[in-house]
């Protein structure tokens, strides 16, 4: 992900041929060739690398707590009336 932010996302019997000068997609059940515009990713560098941990797992168990209970808080955030 550090070498581009555009992406091609491919269908259900979909084929990518991919060679120096480009890519061509190929729906494989019908015979055709497909055209599809790339996508440019909006991501976040840091929220995908590893930081300071070894691994992705270790980063992924530390940071479980905190992900799962986000969702719930930002939604009764804007719900609490005190």
Known sequence: ??????????????????????????????DVNIERKSELLDFDINRVSKGDFPTFMLKEIYEAPQTSCQPH???????LIL
């Open 1 to 30: 992900m550090q070498h581009t932010k555009e992406v091609v996302y491919l269908e259900d019997y979909e084929i990518a041929v991919i060679d120096r000068k480009g890519y061509k997609i190929k729906q494989i059940e019908k």
């Open 73 to 79: 808080w930002d939604g009764l955030s804007s719900r």
